[in-house]
């Protein structure tokens, strides 16, 4: 079975970013405001897909939910956006699974934690080096680097 995380950014938001003053950014502004796309998340039936969101704010705290579900904590990730107030749930079995739920399927995934790891840390990667390609300012950025620090999971 396959796992596929993919991050698809919205190139036509990207004037925006240009535009903004990155000297007084705040976490909000890497967190909810920019870097919008879709979420493409697949594993086996299960079809996680989510539109329109900010996805180096997902990005990010999908992989700290990641992260606390490795010391075995049940975690929520909640994102309300307009009048949603989808979630997407991890919990870790005693198999080595994470189950993966979400408010607006019914579908489950239960992806073995090492491919969750490699899939995570591999799209993550992606993001990152799109991002900083297209925006080569952000490298130097001091809360885009601690973000990264979290997105590339050791």
């Not at 073995?112 to 390609?133: A, F, V, W």
């Not at 952000?138 to 809360?143: F, N, Q, R, T, V």
Request: hydrophobic share 40%; with cysteine.
């Amino acid at each position: 079975m396959n796992l596929v995380i993919n991050y698809r950014l919205y190139p036509e938001n990207f004037w925006v970013v240009e535009q903004s003053d990155w000297e007084r950014a705040t976490l909000s502004d890497f967190d909810t405001l920019h870097f919008y796309g879709d979420l493409i998340f697949r594993y086996s039936d299960a079809i996680l897909d989510y539109q329109n969101i900010p996805l180096l704010g997902f990005a990010y705290e999908f992989t700290e939910a990641f992260l606390k579900c490795l010391q075995g904590q049940e975690v929520r990730v909640e994102y309300c956006f307009l009048e949603s107030g989808d979630w997407l749930s991890l919990s870790l079995s005693r198999e080595g699974k994470v189950t993966i739920q979400a408010s607006y399927t019914d579908d489950i995934a239960k992806v073995p934690l090492d491919t969750l790891r490699m899939g995570l840390k591999q799209s993550n990667s992606h993001l990152i080096e799109e991002l900083t390609y297209r925006f080569p300012f952000l490298k130097g950025h001091p809360i885009f680097r601690q973000i990264a620090a979290v997105l590339l999971i050791e």
